[in-house]
């Protein structure tokens, strides 16, 4: 039961000029999230890198 107004993206590719480096895959979030009662929210941000 919490309000939340976030945005995100993913993205996936391979970074690096050595194909074994493989496929790798990013998310990013960036919004607000807050209690059950609106005007109590809070900016939040998050980031997440991974090997596929």
């Known amino acids: ?3 939340v107004g976030l ?3 993913v993205v996936r590719g391979n970074p690096y000029e050595k ?3 493989g496929d ?3 998310v ?3 919004g607000t999230i ?3 009662v609106k005007g109590l929210e809070h900016e939040a ?3 997440g890198i991974n090997h596929i």
Do not use: N, V
Request: aromatic share 14%.
């Open 1 to 3: 039961l919490r309000t």
């Open 7 to 9: 945005r995100f993206i």
């Open 19 to 21: 194909k074994e480096e």
């Open 24 to 26: 790798w895959i990013a």
């Open 28 to 30: 990013a979030l960036y």
């Open 34 to 36: 807050g209690a059950p």
């Open 45 to 47: 941000i998050g980031l």
